[in-house]
T-cell receptor, first 113, second 113 residues
Framework: KAGVTQTPRYLIKTRGQQVTLSCSPI?????VSWYQQTPGQGLQFLFE???????NKGNFPGRFSGRQFSNSRSEMNVSTLELGDSALYLC????????????FGQGTRLTVV | DQQVKQNSPSLSVQEGRISILNCDYT??????FLWYKKYPAEGPTFLIS?????DKNEDGRFTVFLNKSAKHLSLHIVPSQPGDSAVYFC????????????FGKGTKLSVKP
């Protein structure tokens, strides 16, 4: 059974650009959550999607957005990139929302220069 | 305000001995707790979890203890192995209502041969 797949693995962007990251959940999982990991702040929750609807959102500016497709794949977008957006972005999937069995992908390492 | 705290950034243990990783939380609504292990450049891997209705859960070398009155949980690894060297994250959730995980900042465990 394939795990959570995130693409791309690594990305370098310049300030002011925008970026889109992709996440394919485990087959049969319909809930997808996104987290940002930085050295100083640990893993911080960005947002959660279930059945193409955003259920929950963390404390991030509106430059961070996401969506989920009918096949449960999810994308997150960051517009007007800032240096502080450099981080490892992790996607987690579950069968349904509940925060009890989240499986993570390997993450996308975003570097903003 | 950090709702989940791992106060020890690092821990060093000799191979074969017990590793004890600690985690404190402040939100009494949390009813499910998880431990994840993370290697560099990889996503977190689920280790073990515990519901708030229990005070202990065991899986092989890993045991999680929950003390609800003290809002404290701990992960015991016995015996510790060099392959256990990684960053360990404690996470908590309110099942169903929110679904997202609140993570501590992690403890880096080093198991020396």
């Amino acid at each position: 059974k394939a795990g959570v797949t995130q693409t791309p693995r690594y990305l370098i962007k310049t300030r002011g650009q925008q970026v889109t990251l992709s996440c394919s959940p485990i087959s049969g999982h319909r809930s997808v959550s996104w987290y940002q990991q930085t050295p100083g702040q640990g893993l911080q929750f960005l947002f959660e999607y279930f059945s193409e609807t955003q259920r929950n959102k963390g404390n991030f500016p509106g430059r961070f957005s996401g969506r989920q497709f009918s096949n449960s794949r999810s994308e997150m977008n960051v517009s007007t990139l800032e240096l502080g957006d450099s981080a490892l972005y992790l996607c987690a999937s579950e069968r349904s929302p509940g925060g009890t069995e989240a499986f993570f992908g390997q993450g996308t390492r975003l570097t903003v220069v | 305000d950090q709702q989940v705290k791992q106060n020890s950034p690092s821990l060093s243990v000799q191979e074969g001995r017990i590793s004890i990783l600690n985690c404190d939380y402040t939100n009494s609504m949390f009813d499910y707790f998880l431990w994840y292990k993370k290697y560099p450049a990889e996503g977190p891997t689920f280790l073990i979890s515990i519901s708030s209705i229990k005070d202990k859960n065991e899986d092989g070398r890993f045991t999680v203890f929950l003390n609800k009155s003290a809002k404290h949980l701990s992960l015991h690894i016995v015996p510790s192995q060099p392959g256990d060297s990684a960053v360990y994250f404690c996470a908590a959730s309110v099942r169903g209502s929110q679904g997202n995980l609140i993570f501590g900042k992690g403890t880096k465990l080093s198991v020396k041969p």
